[in-house]
């Protein structure tokens, strides 16, 4: 399989239409591996090619049929056109058409047409010219990015160009709108969404010769949506709208992280965001309410969240060079005020992806969620409640629950301690079945549970930890040192305090009065939790302030 790669940007190689073409071809040759041939790609930019305009004289129909009186480039790219089976063509959208250096290549396509009228089968235009060479079977992609927020209504002449010499409806099309944030090293976790779906069409069309429905609905898919999308780009141009004047460089990329705010996630409590840039001396007011986001110079609002960072820090964070909370916990930057923006700052500020996660893999297979602490915790109340109110049938109940849980949470993924919990209340409920000791079954249960939090204390990843790191960033979430410090208090808390319900347990049944420790053992839980609600808020935004300003 030949695939020929025309790249008529005069970018050349840092064409935004290009990462596309690329992650299109990427794709295909991963598909075609399926097929077990070989894939050749032949690369040919024009901006780097001697490729002259046609000058209209008709030699190549009458004087030297087939092949063009200027020599240069074309005649290599003629020939690559006929080897080729695919040919993808990569361009901008430059004023509603392709670029100059491309049409060229376009018009220069002449000596592979005879000089005879024809008319097509698909009565398309008034008249035409059948191939000089048979090109039945080859097969035409064309990739480009424009300026605009949408690709729709933009490329009529385009398409009517390429509906001329190719046939209408004999090629695949993908245009992305929104073309210039490709480049942009901050929005790469969005147009990396993007190219990834680009990637799998890519594959797709390797398998089946063209792009499935629900990607296609995916490439149709805004990047930003458009008040953003024209924020973004009115802010980068770094000039004031109504002076004209330059902008500093850390105004305008204030307000283009601005832009970004989702007026959606607006909760009832306007915000104002002030940010120092302490290396530079400059203090910015971002303004977010139900009517989107406002930047002020002046400082005329009352902050309700306070960042003081240096621009290289936060530029740095924009550019996931370093992650923010990681960066925060590093105290590279401080905060003070309203710690509830930067818990949710994805919320407020971070893109919505339109590439959602697949329910089914390309297998059919379907995509385990993220582990859930209730596959840990629901044996362990089911042994202690069961137990407690009848040792022979509760062990029973208790044993048919571990025995059950890999089955009732198969839909998510299981962590150690997941495994743990459910052989440790498996065996602890048969001991209970078997000797009839319902009461020290159920204590040695809270020692061994409380056990688990504190050994997970030694380990890279507290308990609690295993579990709400997914909305932490996954694994990037080891990297944030608030978060680990947190995690690390709460389960070394969750640990002593199961070890001293163990104690207590034992010496109150010993001492008779066993009926308070439904009260007690019922009631401590509860007010941990309402403590980890209260510390998992203050004590990060506690750090975050810092012992100092920078």
Known sequence: MNVLLINGSPKGKRSNSLRLANSFIEGFKEGYKSKNEAVSIDEMHVASMNVGACKGCFACWQKTPGVCCINDDMQTVIGKMLEADIVVWSFPLYYFSVPGILKN???RQLPMSLPFMSTKDDGYGSGSHD?????????????????????????????????????????????????????????????????????????????????????????????????????????????????????????????????????????????????????????????????GSEVLTDQSLAATTRIDTPFTVWSAISRGEIG???????????????????????????????????????????????????????????????????????????????????????????????QLSIVAVAILSAIASLTGAGDISTDIGYLVFGLFWLVSCLTKEPLCAAYVKYNYGGEAAHKNPLFMKTNYILAAAWGVLYVLTAVWTFLLKKAGVGAALIVVNNLMPVLMGIFTGWFEKWYPARLARGSKKQ
């Open 324 to 418: 923010g909370a990681e960066a925060l916990g590093k105290q590279m930057y401080t905060v003070t005020g309203d710690f509830s923006l930067m818990v949710n700052w994805d919320k407020f500020f971070g893109s919505t992806s339109v590439v959602k996660e697949a329910e089914k893999t390309s297998q059919g297979v379907e995509v385990q969620k993220n582990p859930s602490m209730m596959t840990m915790l629901i044996p362990w109340i089911t042994f202690w409640i069961a137990v407690s109110v009848n040792t022979e049938k509760g062990s029973v109940i208790a044993l048919l629950v571990a025995s059950a849980m890999p089955f009732i949470m198969r839909k998510h993924k299981f962590v150690i301690w997941d």
């Open 105 to 107: 290549v376009i018009d």
């Open 131 to 291: 191939c000089r060479y048979d090109m039945e079977g080859k097969r035409h992609v064309l990739i480009s990015t424009c300026g605009f927020y949408s690709a729709e209504g933009n490329y009529d002449s385009v398409l009517r160009m390429f509906d001329h010499f190719l046939g209408k409806g004999h090629y695949t099309t993908i245009f992305c709108g929104q073309g210039e944030l490709f480049r942009v090293k901050e929005l790469s976790k969005r147009t990396d969404e993007y190219l990834a779906t680009v990637k799998s069409a890519g594959a797709e069309y390797a398998i089946t010769g063209k792009i499935s429905e629900k990607t296609e609905a995916a490439l149709h898919t805004l990047l930003y949506p458009r008040d953003v999308f024209e924020s973004m780009a009115d802010a980068s141009w770094g000039i004031s709208r109504t002076t004209g004047e330059k902008e500093a460089d850390d105004l305008v990329f204030t307000r283009q992280m601005a832009a970004l705010y989702n007026k959606d996630a607006y909760d009832g409590k306007e915000r104002v965001l002030e940010i120092c840039y302490t290396d530079l001396k400059h203090t910015y007011q971002i303004k977010l309410d139900d009517k």
